[in-house]
């Protein structure tokens, strides 16, 4: 099963960016992001877990929350095995754990779907929006 992880969390002003990474530690086994649609959840302190973006295999379909729109950009890497969560003009309500997932299927429609359209999950990575 891949394993994945993310990276590139931290504390930063209202207004501020962050780039989010999530790459599979177990890829010397041949486990390759480029396999699978990858989406993007979080957490916020005392809510449920909500997608905010996920991307295609191939990259070129991609889909973000309504409350992210505009603000985040999702994009992958196959040469680096990556897919990142850039991040700019963030609000203090985007503080929580975010999270990399692999999609069962496609990513149209799994945000809505929410976490059941997903497989694999990485450990989290903390993000505070604070001044």
């Known amino acids: 099963q891949v394993q994945l992880v993310e990276s590139g969390g931290g504390l930063v002003q209202p207004g501020g960016s962050l780039r989010l990474s999530c790459t599979a530690s177990?890829?010397?086994?041949?486990?390759?992001?480029?396999?699978?649609?990858i989406g993007w959840f979080r957490r916020a302190p005392g809510r449920e877990r909500e997608g905010v973006s996920c991307i295609s295999r191939s990259g070129g379909t991609k889909d973000y929350a309504d409350s992210i729109r505009n603000r985040f950009t999702i994009s992958r890497d196959h040469a680096k095995n990556t897919v990142d969560l850039q991040m700019n003009n963030l609000k203090p309500e985007d503080t929580g754990v975010y999270y990399c997932?692999?999609?069962?299927?496609?990513?149209?429609?799994?945000?809505?779907?929410?976490?059941?359209?997903?497989?694999?999950w990485g450990q989290g990575v903390q993000v505070t929006v604070s001044s």
């Open positions: 177990n890829s010397e086994y041949g486990y390759n992001l480029e396999y699978w649609a």
């Open positions: 997932a692999t999609a069962r299927g496609h990513c149209e429609g799994s945000l809505k779907n929410g976490e059941r359209d997903y497989v694999s």
